[in-house]
């Protein structure tokens, strides 16, 4: 059977591009459709703008903090719109390089939607339909609202980035990752910023003890955090947004972000038609080499909801290409996969949390918190935390959590080790950088806890 396409690809985010461009590297004809911004949530409403918005909210205590250090100098108020300006510019630019390489590389790309019609062929908003022997799902996620009276007055994170001014008061919902990094960007910022959260402690999943010296951290830094909180209904007045809470509270904001999670983009796709298994979540379910039950059809990046990481999307387009046009059998592989929440104090984290690993076997916990040298000396009660998880018999160091500025620049090369099964003795061999603070990943001489 001849095919319009060796490859269409739905999706124009970081996974669906690489894939896509990787491919045609290879020779294969490959178009791609894609209905929104090339680029996907990662550089268009996602990681890049989030990151920007971090920095940007960094600024505020450099003044004092200079002034510890001998200089005279002030800072003025953050100018939103300055700010938002270079950052649509910024982007504008990223979508011009996606752009770029996707025609550099030889590949059809169509602004439209595109759905499923058969097994080979797909069919785009205006009608057309085109066939592939392979079709790849990369359509992502995208934040949802949740089910509570008023709550269409609301934004998600979708929404921050064209704000046309930035609220006095808001109020965030949720605990995860995206809720505790807009809260301390907006907080940076000026901002006055609650957070609700229904859990016991914010950034579930990940090691306790970290999340317990963001938390801490969060609040000193001036932000309102409650636990076992959830919104009943948000009503809109004259003067702003008012929140009935389950804490008995009636409190108004200006504006309420809801971080309450993601859902994948599946829908009106046409994929129960054809046989393709959902999720209980509305993901597409797939093997280790992402392909689905339907064998033409394969899926990667946030719309399986395996790990939703834009480096990891980006690895999983790698390993279809080389399983589908190398014919390399390339599993995905999904294990010590490092991150980085960027909170203030940012944390970087790879592998079992203490509790995680605690449940596996015997372990040896080697910790320490100290207030760094830098933030110190200016006069700040800041504290920064670095842990090794090690496993008792076999030696390797089962995880590592680093919560201190730069930590996620940290745990990329910490990673390394990890990954590459690394045991305590191998850390305890290397020289320290001093003065450093990530010098204490390999001077802990003595187990904080044995378990």
């Not at 669906?16 to 911004?37: P, Q, Y």
Request: with cysteine.
């Amino acid at each position: 059977m001849t095919f319009d396409y060796d490859l269409f690809v739905i999706g124009g985010g970081s996974g669906g591009v690489r894939a896509a461009r990787v491919a045609a590297g290879l020779g294969a004809k490959v178009a791609l459709a894609e209905d929104s911004r090339m680029g996907g949530t990662c550089v268009i409403r996602g990681c890049v703008p989030k990151k920007l918005m971090v920095f940007a909210s960094e600024y505020a205590p450099m003044a004092e903090d200079a002034a510890a250090y001998g200089w005279d100098i002030s800072l003025g108020a953050f100018h939103w719109p300055n700010f938002q300006r270079k950052l649509s510019a910024e982007l504008d630019r990223l979508e011009g390089v996606y752009n770029g390489l996707l025609d550099k590389s030889g590949v059809t790309v169509f602004a439209q939607r595109a759905t499923l019609s058969d097994p080979h062929s797909v069919r785009l908003a205006d009608g057309t339909i085109k066939s592939a022997k392979h079709i790849l799902i990369a359509t992502g996620g995208r934040p949802v609202r949740p089910d509570v009276k008023g709550a269409e007055y609301g934004i998600v994170s979708d929404d921050i980035f064209n704000l046309p001014q930035l609220p006095k008061s808001i109020l965030i919902v949720g605990g995860g990752y995206i809720a505790c990094e807009f809260a301390c960007i907006l907080n940076g910022l000026g901002v006055e910023v609650t957070q609700y959260y229904r859990g016991a402690q914010i950034l579930r999943g990940f090691d306790d003890e970290a999340r317990g010296l963001i938390c801490d951290q969060m609040r000193a830094n001036g932000i309102s955090i409650h636990m076992g909180t959830d919104v009943i209904g948000i009503e809109k007045t004259d003067t702003g947004l008012r929140v009935e809470a389950t804490n008995g509270e009636t409190q108004s904001f200006d504006q309420v972000f809801f971080a309450t999670g993601r859902r994948p983009n599946t829908d009106g796709l046409g994929l129960d038609a054809l046989g393709v298994e959902l999720g209980r979540g509305g993901e597409i379910v797939v093997d280790h080499f992402s392909q689905t039950a339907v064998p033409s059809i394969y899926a990667i990046g946030d719309v399986t909801n395996r790990v939703n990481l834009t480096p990891v999307a980006i690895r999983e387009a790698m390993a279809f290409v080389a399983t589908v046009f190398e014919g390399k059998k390339t599993p995905v592989d999904h294990d010590l996969i490092p991150s980085a929440v960027f909170t203030q104090p940012e944390f970087g984290t790879v592998g079992l949390s203490e509790e995680e690993a605690r449940a596996a076997g015997p372990i040896e916990v080697y910790a320490t918190s100290f207030k760094p040298m830098q933030s110190s000396f200016a006069g700040r009660s800041d504290r920064v935390m670095m842990k090794l998880v090690v496993c008792a018999e076999t030696r390797r160091v089962l995880g590592c959590h680093i919560v201190a500025p730069q930590a996620g620049e940290m745990i990329q090369l910490a990673g390394i080790a990890v990954k590459m099964g690394s045991t305590k003795e191998d850390f305890d061999r290397v020289c320290a950088v001093h003065p450093t603070m990530s010098e204490e990943l390999v001077t802990l001489k003595t187990p904080a806890r044995v378990a």
